[in-house]
Nanobody, 124 residues
């Protein structure tokens, strides 16, 4: 069992930056692929970024490429999402998720554990 707790969300002006963190419990964190997803009001959840168990492979949604960076520190059981040049359309609740496999995928249905989410609001 893995428990995930996100932090780092908040209110920021367009063009600003935030770094989200996701702290995981459990001794097997380093063997899980991790992902970040988001859900805006009235919209479906969508994939943002993912990272393999070792951190040597990352993938991003097209709308965040060049602006967001996913990383992980297995010694700290934590995955991060650095978000730069934020836009109002990035406003959403951001969730981290863990997958009991080493490879990362953009399909949220293939993740086994989810955090409660952290709100990110970008003002124009």
């Amino acid at each position: 069992q893995v428990q995930l707790v996100e932090s780092g969300g908040g209110l920021v002006q367009a063009g600003g930056s935030l770094r989200l963190s996701c702290a995981a419990s459990g001794r097997t964190f380093s063997s899980y692929a991790m992902g970040w997803f988001r859900q805006a009001p009235g919209k479906e959840r969508e994939f943002v970024a993912a990272i393999t168990w070792s951190g040597d492979g990352t993938s991003y949604a097209d709308f965040v490429k060049g602006r967001f960076t996913i990383s992980r520190d297995n010694a700290k059981n934590t995955v991060y999402l650095q978000m730069n040049n934020l836009k109002p359309e990035d406003t959403a609740v951001y969730y981290c998720a863990a997958r009991r496999f080493r490879s990362s995928v953009p399909d949220g249905s293939r993740y086994d554990y989810w955090g409660q989410g952290t709100q990110v609001t970008v003002s124009s």
